[in-house]
């Protein structure tokens, strides 16, 4: 890929006439729900697209650049192209592409139009499109669209040429099979090796109870020093996956044991894998990670000056004690609520807290994806 200049000849939308279908590109990045939901929602637009792959120099791969009109945080060598005609619809998510998408429509003249996936963190005003789900903290807009679950689902062709791949590999297990998907910290919440000890004990119990089988899976985001434990830990009956991005995707279990495990316990910080989970409708126990208080909120907290929230009932938001304070007086400033979604399937009976009794929900299914998609193709006149 090579740097865009704006005065350059394709520096023009794609030609569209009455009977030219509109050039829509997706953006991508290394989050694998991020790039479920951009993908689940361009197929219900119904429209061709082109992916675009986008890799983040490496000070950016966890870092968020302030939000702009920028591909500075790009690795452009290893990124897909951008170069024009420009697209008529970008479509994305997180602030390291919507940061990409600005950029796309600053150079096309601003005709190219922005559908982002989960809130900005400034500029809201230049997308077209803000597509929120239940957790984001954002105020009514008419280029606001909400719906409750973040929009993944699992391709159930996919799942079942899947199922076939690995069923030699699994059906071998003592069932039931429970399938324990490893998150990791995120936005204020704490996973660490003491709070991964106590997951693996309710964990084990409920394995116990029900006399099956155990598969624990870890994902990009599970701490080093939490691997190293649940490496150490693991007995002989167990088995393990820790996630390594150089692994062969026919290699990982994820999607193996979503189309054959027949229980899963997911830690509450991953949305994707609690939402993959709940619109299969397949037995799913949630284990809720705790706020991470530390400094003067820890300090607060113990000497009884502020209340210790509960995952299970409290709204969490993200971010330090200032999010907590502003939350608390009604102006908040932090962009989502870690635990509504968690809470959300819980109070809608697709799941159960880890430790009360396991229940068999139904699929999940919302008319969220179609209802987002045809405002999608009202911006293009589709």
Do not use: C
Not at 170 to 197: C, H, I, K, N
């Amino acid at each position: 890929m090579t740097d865009i200049d704006p005065s350059s000849e394709s520096d023009t939308l794609a030609p569209t006439s009455k009977d030219a279908q509109p050039m829509v590109w997706l953006l991508l990045g290394e989050k694998r729900g991020d790039n479920a939901q951009v993908r689940n929602l361009a197929n219900a637009v119904g429209l061709p697209f082109v992916e675009k792959t986008m890799v983040m120099k490496p000070e950016w791969v966890d870092g968020k650049p302030p939000v702009a009109a920028s591909i500075e945080h790009l690795d452009v060598e290893r990124s897909d192209s951008l170069d024009g005609p420009w697209p008529d619809l970008v479509m994305t998510a997180g602030r390291r592409l919507a940061s990409v998408a600005l950029h796309l429509k600053q150079v096309s003249g601003g005709r190219t139009r922005l559908v982002v996936v989960g809130k900005p963190r400034g500029r809201t005003q230049d997308f077209d499109l803000i597509v929120v789900a239940r957790h984001y903290v954002l105020a009514d807009a008419p280029n606001v669209a909400r719906h409750d679950l973040p929009l993944m689902n699992v391709d159930l062709e996919a799942l079942a040429e899947t199922k076939k791949a690995w069923v030699g590999r699994l059906t071998l297990l003592p069932r039931p099979l429970s399938a324990l998907f490893v998150g990791g910290p995120t936005g204020g919440l704490r996973l660490d090796v003491e709070t991964t000890r106590r997951l693996l004990e309710k964990t084990r119990q409920t394995v116990d109870q029900r006399r099956g089988s155990l598969y624990i899976v870890t994902s990009r985001r599970t701490p080093g020093p939490v691997n190293d434990f649940l490496r150490e830990a693991k007995t002989p009956n167990e088995q393990l996956y820790v996630y390594d991005a150089e692994t062969p995707a026919h290699d990982n279990p994820y999607q193996g044991l979503l189309a054959l495990a027949d229980h899963f316990v997911v830690t509450t910080d991953s949305l994707s894998m609690m939402v993959e989970v709940a619109r299969l409708g397949r037995p799913l126990s949630l284990f809720p990670l705790e706020r991470a208080t530390t400094g003067l909120e820890g300090f607060l907290t113990r000497v009884g000056l502020l209340r210790r929230l509960s995952p299970r009932n409290d709204a969490i938001p993200a971010g330090g004690l200032e999010a907590r304070l502003a939350s608390g007086l009604s102006r908040p400033v932090h962009s989502r609520d870690l635990t509504a979604i968690s809470r959300l399937l819980v109070a809608e009976r697709l799941a159960s807290w880890l430790g009360d009794p396991v229940i068999q929900p139904e699929a999940y299914r919302d008319d969220a994806l179609e209802r987002v998609a045809a405002r999608i193709r009202g911006l293009l006149g589709a």
